[in-house]
């Protein structure tokens, strides 16, 4: 079954204590991406990857970084999280991001940071 | 970049009736739209999607309008059920960019 999978689904965690959060396609996909999710804020980007060793920052990036060493794989690394990064995050992926092909999501990771 | 809005933050349906949820959007170099339905603990998911060359297109139940000249998006839901209780997003792309942009969403609630 075609997926994006994210772990862990919930995370409660207190400042200052890094913290990894995993993703993996399944499908072959070279278009990554990691999206915070806000109450009336919609989706915002964090940051993407247009393929192994290639990511940039997307529309809120301070606090995060990733890494895509794999075609698979693109975690988001809180090094430092803070309260104001408590938010539910959603990985995706696609073919690539000139496609006209949308986005797979993951069923999301809830962080607390305390 | 510019952003993408929804009308109407809430959206109350009665079961069987055809519910349409609004998107507008302000770049008009925009051209791939998608809606997406986000369900209580999942991702969004993929419903239906539209290039800036069509102005209707039609998926199973749904339907997406595209009026261009005001920059309007539209998802129609015939006979709408219970399932079909989420929260709606678009999003759009720039033709010059790669980057999606989403509104902040409208939740749909099915009435028995």
């Known amino acids: 079954e075609a997926q994006v999978t994210q772990n862990p689904r919930y995370l409660i965690t207190v400042t200052g204590k890094k913290l990894t959060v995993t993703c993996s396609q399944n499908?072959?996909?070279?278009?990554m991406s990691w999206y915070r999710q806000d109450p009336g804020l919609g989706l915002r980007q964090i940051y993407y990857s247009m393929n192994v060793e290639v990511t940039d920052k997307g529309d809120v990036p301070e606090g995060y970084k990733v890494s895509r060493k794999e075609k698979r794989n693109f975690p988001l690394i809180l090094e430092s999280p803070s309260p104001n990064q408590t938010s539910l995050y959603f990985c995706?992926?696609?073919?690539?991001?000139?496609?006209?092909?949308?986005?797979?999501f993951g069923d999301g990771t809830r962080l607390s940071i305390l | 970049g510019e952003s993408v809005g929804l009308h109407l933050p809430t959206l109350s349906v009665q079961e069987g009736d055809n519910s349409i949820i609004n998107c507008a959007y302000s770049?008009?170099?925009?051209?791939?739209f998608i809606w997406y339905k986000q369900e209580s603990g999942k991702g969004p998911q993929f419903i239906i999607d539209?290039?800036?060359?069509?102005d209707k297109r039609q998926g199973q139940r749904v339907t997406v309008l595209l009026n261009k000249t005001v920059k309007h998006l539209s998802l129609q839901i015939a006979a709408t059920q219970p399932g079909d209780s989420a929260v709606y997003f678009c999003?759009?792309?720039?033709?010059?960019?790669?980057?999606?942009?989403f509104g902040a969403g409208t939740t749909v609630t099915v009435r028995a």
């Open positions: 539209i290039r800036s060359n069509m």
């Open positions: 999003a759009e792309r720039a033709s010059n960019d790669y980057k999606l942009s």
């Open positions: 499908m072959n996909h070279e278009y």
């Open positions: 770049n008009s170099a925009s051209d791939y």
């Open positions: 995706a992926s696609s073919p690539g991001p000139w496609t006209d092909q949308p986005q797979h």
